[in-house]
Nanobody, 124 residues
Framework: QLQASGGGLVQAGGSLRVSCAAS????????AGWFRQAPGKEREFVAA????????FYADSVKRRFTISRDNAKNTVFLQMNRLKPEDTAVYYC???????????????????WGQGTQVTVSS
């Protein structure tokens, strides 16, 4: 089970960190990712990391503004979001996929487990 938290309302240019806590599994056995979905749009990839967090990958739209990280001892993955823009407004979802080597994944279909989502709203 994945539980996302930390969303909220922030002004453009501000920062926010969302977290995703995992329970019931050995979290280090899973690659993790963040996706987002804005009203009327499809769910889109934001960021991903491998089981250790040593390998990361980002969508072009968030590169150099967002950072994905994880703390396997606490079974938690984070998404630090800086220099937020109104177009970042969406429901953010965390996801986990059984790790194969040091792979990370960027497709919705790659992930077997999903959190419930947390709303991030960026005002202009």
């Amino acid at each position: 089970q994945l539980q996302a938290s930390g969303g909220g309302l922030v002004q453009a240019g501000g920062s926010l960190r969302v977290s995703c806590a995992a329970s019931g599994r050995t979290f280090s056995a899973y690659a993790a990712g963040w996706f987002r979905q804005a009203p009327g749009k499809e769910r889109e990839f934001v960021a991903a990391c491998n089981w250790s967090g040593g390998w990361t990958f980002y969508a072009d739209s968030v590169k150099r503004r967002f950072t994905i990280s994880r703390d396997n001892a606490k079974n938690t993955v984070f998404l630090q979001m800086n220099r937020l823009k109104p177009e970042d407004t969406a429901v953010y979802y965390c996801a986990a996929a059984p790790a194969i080597g040091s792979a990370y994944y960027t497709q919705v279909s790659d992930y077997a487990y999903w959190g419930q989502g947390t709303q991030v709203t960026v005002s202009s």
